[in-house]
């Protein structure tokens, strides 16, 4: 059965607002490192790493080692994570704590970026007792209602926005300390600060380290709290740990990346700012049938140690800083082409008019190449491989763009 058929079945059973359909179709076969194969058998250079989240590329020997581990050993995949956990979550979280800078003490875990960025709501709330918060122009922070209050952008609220408390959320300027954010931290109402540090979604928008200790220091001064959304950027992506190694910030939110490809995110802070939950007294007040799921965790402990003995941080920041100067060697002259923007393996190439980075997805789909646009209006492509992927493909694949741009 080739793509369009497999489409043409999920279209029949599917909300329709799920899955575009593209031409030509394409429909995920098999996978290896970073090379996609259609149920065709056609194959394809990945650029997209599964929107960051195989920092490892496809079908790792470390994640199919893990796998046939829980197998063989007949390991718990599904504990009861708020009442008696599974071993791989307590291995987990302290391979996660040690990985991430030491004043993240303490964490909390879930499946996906939105519901870390909903812990960190709740925490902020807990610390301060204080219920409002700031965020910036073209952020996103998830979906679900309440880290839709904090995302930006009319296609994503307007069909929900009676039921956001819009008065709740103050936005900015990105990357402008204004006299009127100055103030309206020194109200002593706001509970957080939720920004992220490079823009993933955004466009691969990145906050100076100027403005973002700013924030922290007019954050601490106000008694509020700064969250960094590092779900996309950690683990290595921006070719750091996290941002937060370098830049303060008081609550992280790390996901994609840290599952391995497994749904997993987590919270974390230290141990004064998570202390402001009760004690579980067998009733856990944030919590989910899922949360600290066994097969996850372990995928995600083999993963964070992966990247470690590979040396895949220091990697992404300098292959990201050769191929974005590759890029503009080669692209900075062309009229469709604005900027080369972004750090790591996390980069985007803005184009001149909308929809330049959805025409351009189009276009390298048809060449064997899969990336996404990015930023506003679909103006750039989003450039985030795997932290692992050869540099032969990469460039073969780079060469494609700059063929096409």
């Known amino acids: 059965m080739d793509s369009s058929r ?25 996978a290896v490192g970073s090379k996609v194969y259609s149920v065709e058998g056609a194959s394809y250079i990945d650029l997209c790493a599964g929107f960051g989240t195989l920092p490892l590329g496809h079908n790792h020997p470390a994640f199919k080692k893990t796998l046939q581990s829980v197998l063989d050993q007949n390991l718990v995949t599904q504990a009861l994570g708020d009442l ?20 993240f003490t303490t964490a909390a875990l879930s499946l ?17 007792s204080r219920d409002e918060f700031v965020v910036f122009d073209s952020g996103y922070h998830g979906l679900d209602l309440g880290s839709l209050s904090l995302t930006r952008g009319d296609f994503f609220r307007k069909p929900f926005e009676s039921w956001l408390n819009s008065s709740k959320v ?31 979604r955004g466009g691969m928008r990145e906050g100076s380290a100027d403005w973002l200790r700013e924030l922290y220091h007019e954050t601490k001064q106000s008694g509020s709290l700064l969250i ?5 950027t950690g683990v290595g992506r921006a070719g750091e ?29 230290s141990r004064e700012i998570m202390s402001a939950w009760p004690e579980s007294d067998g009733e856990a007040r944030h919590t989910g049938t899922f949360f600290g799921h066994g097969l996850s965790t372990a995928v995600g402990e083999a993963t964070l140690k992966t990247v470690i003995q590979e040396n895949l941080i220091h990697r992404s920041a300098n292959l990201g800083s050769e191929i ?50 990015c930023g506003s209006q679909g103006r750039s492509l989003a450039l985030t491989p795997a932290l692992n992927i050869p540099k032969v493909e990469l460039y073969e694949a780079l060469d494609k763009i700059i063929s096409l741009a």
């Open 228 to 232: 960094f959304d590092e779900v996309f």
């Open 170 to 200: 103050k936005v900015f300027p990105y990357g402008v300390m204004s006299h009127e954010l100055s103030q309206c931290l020194k109200s002593k109402t706001v509970a957080a600060v939720v920004c992220e540090p490079i823009q993933g």
């Open 6 to 30: 497999y489409l043409e079945n999920l279209k029949a059973i599917e909300c329709r607002d799920s899955t575009p359909w593209f031409e030509p179709a394409l429909v995920y076969g098999s």
């Open 241 to 269: 740990t996290v941002l937060a190694a370098k830049d303060e910030c008081d609550i992280l939110c790390v996901g994609k990346a840290i599952g391995g490809g497994m749904p997993l995110s987590a919270c974390v802070s």
């Open 112 to 128: 996906s970026g939105a519901q870390a960025i909903e812990f960190a709501m709740k925490t902020a709330m807990y610390s301060t």
């Open 84 to 103: 008696y956990p599974s071993k791989s979550k307590v291995d987990f979280m302290e391979t996660l704590i040690a990985f991430l800078p030491s004043k």
């Open 324 to 373: 974005k100067d590759y890029l503009k060697v080669h692209l900075g002259q062309k009229s469709s082409v604005k900027e080369i923007r972004g750090r790591g393996l996390m980069l985007a190439i803005e184009g001149t008019e909308p929809f330049y980075g959805v025409k351009l997805m189009n276009q390298l789909r048809k060449v064997g190449v899969i990336a996404i646009p």
